[in-house]
């Protein structure tokens, strides 16, 4: 059968505030994908009853997935009502399916008899509620895929007979779950494989390659939201304050920790003196003559600069401007001396009129922006160091026998053909960086599974997120699927989405002991430049910004309506246009770059937004007319 689609909802008040909390729910998903089936939604909600029936029912209205598995909430606690929300949605219980996972649980402990779970359909899709406890969680899941059980009830409820299942039992297969036969001709590094490979066999001949992709082509609505769930975020970690922590996410709130100003200081250039000092001629001192800690003697004024404190017994400041110098001469020390005629005055800032202690100052999950606010924020309360998420390493490479690097170039066999320059890491690697990214920089690699492996085996080590361009395609050499999924044991998320340019855009993972999590993700984007930049932008930004913390309305870049300078082609994919946009006095208004096919870079030279235009209806325009409107991204500075 078919790989099964799964929802995973963690049901946790904790979790859903802190999702670093949440634990069975990455365990559940990384067991499902072991399995060989998709994990393709995930969400965490709070004990809220009204909310998890909601989510249920939508995800098996909209035929989502085929099995939802809920964690959490099944006990006895005030707050578990995971039971009373789900059951009045069940048409068809499952008390089998719930001896089973009671059975289990109680083999290992008798407290399983205080969990209340709850297991069957609504509509074409298969509940189960388990505990919320990651070895509970375990346990349940291996009962449920022992013999092919969960398959066989997956089988049914779609519609099948369960012949499969019946005949792979009775020929032995499925006893041990676990056990596979693979043969690997091209490399010796062997992983567990997912029982649903889609890719072409590279072992097998040119000729037996696919014709059409096997990768269903999902929308790109489909697509974001699939990365945005399978994504979790990178831990915290303490980084000292300075201009390096432009672009990370604070992971605390920041409180002030005493006032500011601790004590009264001067908000302009001018002279400390009492509120009671008559207008009249006065003796000027300064810090170099007069102690701070001392009281201002009677009939002399203070020195001050802004910012300074006052000295002890003065109450307020008169601006420089308005006094008036009648004479100077020479102390006793021999340093200048001055006298002033002044005014009564204030200019006094007093402790706590800029921060009192206590105050929020920052909150956990704002952004660190290279604007200077936050980081001088931190440093005026005084923070040396504060808590922030870890920002993702991001490895790159480009695949192809066909692709020359610039700055070193090694020349291809003489065969008339010189090659091309490899444009893609380059210009990833400019966006990256400009962005504050640190880059794994993995060079071009040969259209050769060892060298795929050995590079991907590099980035896995490295960075937190892989990014590829080439190779992604219907071409024999095109190897990066088939090594995800038989060389590494991946899943391949998405391998083709209806926009253009970018296509074949896929989005997998890679089970890994080294990192954060059990897995880290890999994007491999098309070859063709433009594509590449353009679906680095739409897919790419929101995963590093889910990777690094970033408030969830704020993982896509921003859009703008746009007013368009030229008429614009529409197709039955969305397509994104390059553009230039530019502020007026009308408005923003966005002019093409020109030609806008996939391999022309030069479309994203200059541009700072893409015009998101929509499909073509039939019986609808073939395009937009310049004066219409449009949503546009925008990827770089607005002009004006």
């Known amino acids: 059968m078919s790989a099964i689609k799964v929802g995973v909802i963690t049901v946790s008040d904790t979790a859903s505030v802190d999702a670093a909390a949440d634990r069975s729910g990455p365990t559940i998903q990384e067991i499902v994908r072991q399995r060989g089936h998709g994990c393709v939604r995930s969400t965490i909600l709070p004990d809220d009853e009204q909310q998890i029936r909601e989510t249920v029912k939508n995800w098996c209205k909209e035929n989502a997935v085929d099995w939802i598995i809920s964690t959490g909430g099944t006990g006895f606690g005030v707050r578990d009502r995971t039971p009373e929300a789900i059951g009045p949605l069940l048409e068809r219980e499952a008390p089998g399916i719930v001896h089973l996972l009671l059975a289990e649980s109680l083999k290992h402990t008798p407290l399983a008899a205080l969990s209340r779970p709850v297991a069957g359909t609504v509509g074409n899709t298969l509940v189960v509620t388990l505990p919320g406890s990651v070895k509970a969680v375990k346990e349940n899941l291996e009962a449920l895929f022992a013999n092919g059980f969960v398959e066989h009830a997956i089988d049914l409820i779609r519609g099948g007979t369960g012949k499969q299942v019946h005949a792979a039992m009775g020929s ?96 302009v250039d001018g002279y400390a003196l009492r509120s009671s000092d008559l207008p009249g001629t006065y003796k000027v001192l300064a810090s170099r003559t007069h102690a701070l800690a001392d009281v201002l003697p009677e009939g002399s004024i203070f020195r001050i600069n802004t910012g300074g404190p006052l000295p002890a017994g003065t109450d307020t400041v008169i601006m420089v401007e308005d006094t008036e110098l009648l004479s100077t001469a020479k102390d006793a020390n021999g340093q200048d001396a001055e006298e002033k005629e002044v005014p009564p005055g204030d200019n006094v800032r007093e402790p706590g009129s800029d921060v009192h202690k206590g105050d929020l100052m920052l909150q956990r999950g704002e952004v660190l922006t290279s604007l200077g606010g936050e980081v001088g924020t931190l440093t005026f309360v005084g923070r040396k160091e504060v808590k922030v998420h870890r920002k993702p390493v991001v490895a790159i490479l480009s695949t192809g026998n066909e692709l020359l690097d610039l700055q070193s170039p090694i020349p291809l066999p003489s065969d008339g053909w010189g090659g091309i320059w490899d444009t893609n890491r380059p210009s990833l690697r400019a966006a990256l960086e400009g962005m504050g990214y640190n880059v794994v920089d993995l060079g071009i690699v040969a259209d050769d599974i060892d060298a795929h492996v050995k590079a991907i085996k590099q980035g896995l080590e490295s960075a937190d997120l892989l990014l590829t361009t080439g190779g992604t395609s219907m071409g024999a050499s095109d190897l990066l699927k088939p090594v995800v999924e038989r060389q590494f044991g991946g899943t391949i998320h998405f391998g083709r989405v209806s926009m253009k340019p970018g296509k074949p855009t896929t989005f997998a993972s890679i089970p890994t002991t080294q990192g954060e999590h059990a897995r880290k993700f890999m994007f491999a984007l098309p070859g063709n430049p433009a594509s590449a930049l353009v679906t ?78 929509p499909t073509k209806r039939e019986g609808g325009p073939d395009r937009l007319e310049a004066g219409s409107y449009a949503d546009a991204v925008v990827i770089g500075e607005l002009q004006m």
């Open 172 to 267: 032995g297969h499925g006893r041990d779950p676990h056990h596979h036969h693979h043969h690997h001709h091209h490399h010796d590094h062997h992983m567990p494989q997912p029982r649903s490979i889609l890719s072409h066999d590279p072992s097998l001949p040119v000729y037996a390659r696919h014709r059409v992709s096997p990768y269903p082509q999902i929308s790109l609505e489909d697509a974001l939201k699939m990365i945005v769930n399978e994504i979790q975020p990178l831990g915290v970690v303490s980084l000292p304050v300075t201009p390096a922590l432009a672009g990370h996410i604070l992971g605390e709130d920041v409180y002030a920790p005493q006032n500011v100003p601790s004590s009264k200081t001067t908000s």
């Open 536 to 613: 680095f932008y739409v897919f790419v930004i929101p995963a590093l910004r889910k990777l690094g913390g970033w408030p969830g309305e704020r993982y896509h870049l921003p859009r703008v309506r746009v007013k368009l300078g030229d008429a614009m082609q529409l197709d039955s994919r969305v397509e994104f246009h390059r553009v230039i946009v530019k502020a007026g006095e009308g408005g923003l208004r966005a002019t093409s770059t020109g030609g806008q096919r996939s391999s022309r870079v030069a479309s994203l030279s200059g541009a700072n937004g893409l015009v998101q235009l």
